[in-house]
């Protein structure tokens, strides 16, 4: 009954080469949301969809892009991988902050750990 | 961009010893959660705090939204070996527009258990 999907959880790819990871889930969740963890460190934000809606972190860089076909499912593309790119990518959901709700808990995905060789 | 200081940075404690963690932050949030990340899988949620001065328990864990809004600490009580991992606090402000769903995280606290 996992809620958050991620696909592959391991992916090797080489130095240029794209590479398309996918998150899932059976939340029904409006708010998407890539996160990129290097070692030792904590998650640190991508972009995010409300819905349809993207939002982009201001120092996200240009190689990373993603897409929101339906509720269910998201995706991250990297267009040129470079060694710096090595990490687990997280996805994580929320149900996205109603008019006057106070709680937006995140729920995240058990990551995809890429590899750029 | 802003960061919660969480700590001790790490701890190496024997299986039954108590454990206590915190974060603190120069600036308000109106929830605080706190995750807990095994190696090669994503964070879990633990324990999610709404309202100052709450105190919440989740089986051995228990964790406190302080009265001041700008901390928050987890409590581990009689740990045992498969409590190993990474603890994250994380503060969010839902609610303020813009910036509504972004979580403030600590850098972890890195919690080892000896048999």
């Known amino acids: 009954d996992a809620m958050v999907i991620q696909n592959p959880r391991y992916q090797v790819t080489q130095f240029g080469k794209p590479v398309t990871l996918s998150c899932s889930q059976t939340?029904?969740?409006?708010?998407m949301y890539w996160y990129q963890q290097k070692s030792s460190q904590a998650p640190k934000l991508l972009f995010h969809?409300?819905?349809?809606?993207?939002?982009n972190e201001a120092d996200t860089p240009d190689n990373f892009q993603s897409r929101r076909p339906n509720t269910s499912f998201c995706f991250l593309d990297i267009r040129s991988p470079g060694l710096g790119d090595a990490a687990m990518y997280l996805c994580?959901?929320?149900?996205?902050?109603?008019?006057?709700?106070?709680?937006?808990?995140?729920?995240f995905g058990p990551g995809t750990r890429l590899t750029v060789l | 961009g802003q960061q919660l200081n969480q700590s001790p940075q790490s701890m190496f404690i024997q299986e039954g010893e108590d454990v206590s963690m915190n974060c603190t932050s120069s600036?308000?949030?109106?929830?605080w959660l706190w995750y807990k990340q095994d190696p090669g899988e994503g964070p879990v949620l633990l324990i999610a705090?709404?309202?100052?001065?709450e105190l919440t328990s989740n089986g051995r864990l228990t964790a406190q939204f302080g009265t001041t809004r700008k901390d928050s600490f987890l409590n581990i009580s009689a740990s045992i070996p498969s409590d190993v991992g990474i603890y994250f606090c994380?503060?969010?402000?839902?609610?303020?527009?813009?910036?509504?769903?972004?979580?403030?995280f600590g850098k972890g606290t890195l919690l080892t258990v000896n048999p």
């Open positions: 969809y409300y819905d349809k809606d993207f939002n």
């Open positions: 705090l709404y309202k100052a001065g």
């Open positions: 994380a503060g969010q402000l839902v609610g303020s527009g813009g910036s509504n769903y972004k979580l403030t």
């Open positions: 939340l029904n969740h409006n708010v």
């Open positions: 600036s308000i949030f109106n929830t």
């Open positions: 994580a959901t929320s149900r996205g902050g109603l008019a006057g709700a106070f709680t937006d808990t995140q729920y």
